[in-house]
Each structure stands twice: as structure tokens, then as C-alpha cells.
């Protein structure tokens, strides 16, 4: 969507690799969400930001919320074959916590 | 717990049939909504609901309806089906509307439109 930038498009990585994919929002967070999905599949829950400099991690993933600057990393650490798939950020603004927005997603490929 | 079902898997229509894509949860959430995914424009809000016997407009809800007659249930409705609608749907929910809750899907709806 137009409120959410995500960045970037695709990535392939070799294996052991860090990686880095950011989330950009044009209005006010109230929340911001990071799924993850395999192709051809529906969407996995990774984690939810909310709170400016807040910072979560699932195993080797971890993401950050920048709230200045409206905009959220998610950052994997020695990636693996297992973290393939579209990441997706997700949000919902202050404007209405009701409607969720959704990034372009992001497509990773991990090369062994 | 089953969490989100959707049905069908697939389905293949003809321009100007119509049809209900099903979706249900047994996890008691009061917020469900429908979403559309499409090749390179992530997931895109049609309608939302945050109770029985409410719903609202999403981003992109023209050429679909929506009613929540009871929690579990929110199906998507097709009046007439146009190419533009071939999609993958995808329905959430989560206990509440917004705040810091985690949306579960559905494994999703493949319609084409010929």
C-alpha cells in the first residue's frame, strides 16, 4: 500500500549471511506487525512493535521500531534456508486501529 | 482449536457469476477481516468487522459485500465477478480490533476470473 514502503522487493543471500529489510509508514503508528509467508501459503505471525525504540526478537530474527521516523527493520543473523519466504510489515495508524495496511513484502531466498 | 478455515482452496468463475467465500474461526475473536494478495502489492484490506453485526469498508471494497451475523462466522460475497478480482483472499481475525494483537490467518482462497 501506499502508506507502508517496504524495501527491498526481493534479496538473495547466501547462507550465514545478515540481512537486513526495512519498513517505512507515510502516517502515525499506532502498531507496526512483521509476518512471514511461504509461497503459496497464508501468513505467520513473527512479532509486533509499538512503542518507539522498542525491540523484539523471534530466534535469529529480530526487529526494531523507530518511531521518529515511523519505520521498522527487521534484521536476520546467519541466515538459513529456513528463513525463505515474503516478509511482510504490517501497521495500523492512530487514524484508525481498525485498518491494517500492508508493505509490498519483501522476497528472500537463501542460497545454501 | 482449528483456528481460521477458509473455503474453498480454489475456485474458478466465469465474468458475471457471483459467489460467497467462506470464512470461520472458533478462537472467539471478535475482529475478522478479508484481504486480497495480489503479485507484487501485498495484502490489501476489502472489509473488516470488529463484532457481529458490524463491518466496515477497507481499502479496496468495491465489487464485494460483507455481513457478521454471528462471531465465527464472515463471509465474503461476490455480486458479479470481474477478471480484475482474480486474487488470492485471505481472512484474519483477532480478539480485538487494532491495538497490539496478532492477526491469525486463513491458508487463503485461490479464485481465478475467466
Known amino acids: 500500500s501506499q502508506e507502508l514502503e517496504q524495501s527491498p522487493q526481493s534479496l538473495i543471500v547466501q547462507e550465514g549471511k545478515n540481512l537486513t529489510i526495512n519498513c517505512t509508514s507515510s502516517?502515525?503508528?499506532?502498531?507496526l506487525y512483521w509476518y512471514k509467508q511461504k509461497y503459496g501459503e497464508g501468513l505467520i505471525f513473527l512479532m509486533m512493535?509499538?512503542?518507539?525504540?522498542e525491540e523484539k526478537s523471534h530466534e535469529k530474527i529480530t526487529a526494531k521500531l523507530d518511531e521518529k521516523k515511523q519505520q521498522s527493520s527487521l534484521h536476520i543473523t546467519a541466515s538459513q534456508p529456513s528463513h525463505a519466504g515474503i516478509y511482510l510489515c504490517?501497521?495500523?495508524?492512530?487514524?484508525?486501529?481498525?485498518?491494517?495496511?500492508f508493505g509490498s513484502g519483501t522476497k528472500l531466498n537463501v542460497k545454501p | 482449536n482449528a483456528g481460521v478455515t477458509q473455503t474453498p482452496k480454489f475456485q474458478v468463475l466465469k465474468t458475471g457469476q457471483s459467489m460467497t467465500l467462506q470464512c470461520a474461526q472458533d478462537?472467539?475473536?471478535?475482529?475478522m477481516s478479508w484481504y486480497r494478495q495480489d503479485p507484487g502489492m501485498g495484502l490489501r484490506l476489502i472489509h473488516y468487522?470488529?463484532?457481529?453485526?458490524?463491518?466496515d469498508q477497507g481499502e479496496v471494497p468495491n465489487g464485494y459485500n460483507v455481513s457478521r451475523s454471528t462471531t465465527e462466522d464472515f463471509p465474503l460475497r461476490l455480486l458479479s465477478a470481474a477478471p480484475s478480482q482474480t486474487s488470492v483472499y485471505f481472512c484474519?481475525?483477532?480478539?480485538?480490533?487494532?491495538?497490539?494483537?496478532?492477526?491469525?490467518f486463513g491458508p487463503g482462497t485461490r479464485l481465478t476470473v475467466l
Open positions: 478462537m472467539n475473536h471478535e475482529y
Open positions: 468487522s470488529v463484532g457481529a453485526g458490524i463491518t
Open positions: 512493535l509499538q512503542k518507539g525504540g
Open positions: 502516517k502515525t503508528l499506532y502498531g
Open positions: 504490517g501497521a495500523a495508524t492512530i487514524y484508525n486501529f481498525n485498518k491494517f495496511y
Open positions: 484474519a481475525s483477532s480478539y480485538e480490533g487494532g491495538g497490539p494483537n496478532e492477526q491469525f
